[in-house]
């Protein structure tokens, strides 16, 4: 799963703290958290979907008033019953 956030304005000097937002499925939108850690010019974090989880950001990068990053991919198994 790839995930990019860009073209977030960033405000404030610092991005620091929990944002909010969703995303659309075919099942629907659900919500996500996103947890940002900024140091200068560099940028770390975690997103919460709906299973409660936080998963860590890769790649995170702050360029001027954008910010992006990746998720990490995710393999999905399943059995037949």
Known sequence: MLLALAGVAAWAADITGAWTGSMANGNGDFSL??????????????VTGPQG?????????????????????????????
């Open 33 to 46: 958290t996103y947890n940002f850690k900024q140091d200068g010019d560099k940028l770390s974090g975690t």
């Open 53 to 81: 989880d936080p998963l860590p950001l890769v790649d995170c990068k702050i360029d001027g008033d954008r910010i992006s990053f990746r998720l990490p991919r995710i393999t999905l198994l399943a059995e037949r019953p």
